[in-house]
């Protein structure tokens, strides 16, 4: 990988998983795709909605790299910013509660108990390496000038889209690992 900021934010990506999916590995479909509560989203719900942004990402970086690319080039030797605030906890803080999912990165309905965990995170590792392979060659100081048109985001660049997918990842870890104690603790 070109750039050493997003190869971080990789590394990153693949640790947060290595923590928190052998964990999950030994749920029951059942425990998988069960709601903690009415309007909460099952683990299974919530490991599709991260397959689905990462999926989103990669269309995204499909039509903005090309599109940005040359005007990148040009202004490789100005300065850009390498990290980006967590804005899901800024949301939180500023607003009370989780921000809200677009509709296009709900999970279906029609997934709903239809994998297992081991499909579920295959269908997450294969849509990552997609993304990895579409950055790979390229260099920081480009990468730093491909801007996403991401008002949400406050129009991320490419390395702060990378490292905003981990941040989203981690953010919903802490989430699936509450419900997994809850979990734990109706169970003794």
């Known amino acids: 990988m070109k750039s050493e900021s997003i190869k971080k934010h990789f590394t990153t990506l693949e640790k947060q998983r290595e923590s928190l999916f052998p964990t999950l590995k030994s749920l029951s479909m059942t425990k998988l795709w069960e709601r903690p509560e009415e309007n909460k989203w099952s683990i299974g719900e919530s490991i599709y909605h991260l397959f689905l942004i990462t999926k989103m990402l990669r269309v995204a970086a499909i039509i903005t790299i090309p599109c940005t690319k040359f005007y990148a080039q040009m202004m490789r030797n100005k300065s850009f910013e390498h990290s980006i605030n967590d804005i899901y906890k800024e949301y939180k803080e500023k607003h009370g509660k989780t921000m809200n999912a677009p509709f296009i990165l709900n999970p279906s309905n029609k997934i709903y108990n239809s994998m297992d965990f081991t499909q579920l995170n295959?269908?997450?590792i294969n849509e990552t390496l997609k993304v990895s392979k579409i950055v790979d060659n390229i260099?920081?100081?480009?990468?730093g000038h491909i801007i996403f048109l991401d008002p949400v985001a406050n129009f991320p660049n490419l390395i702060?889209?990378?490292?905003?997918?981990?941040i989203h990842e981690a953010h919903h870890f802490r989430i699936i690992q509450k419900d997994l104690e809850a979990m734990i603790g109706k169970t003794e």
């Open 160 to 166: 702060q889209a990378i490292q905003l997918l981990a």
């Open 139 to 143: 260099e920081e100081d480009i990468a």
């Open 122 to 124: 295959q269908l997450l």
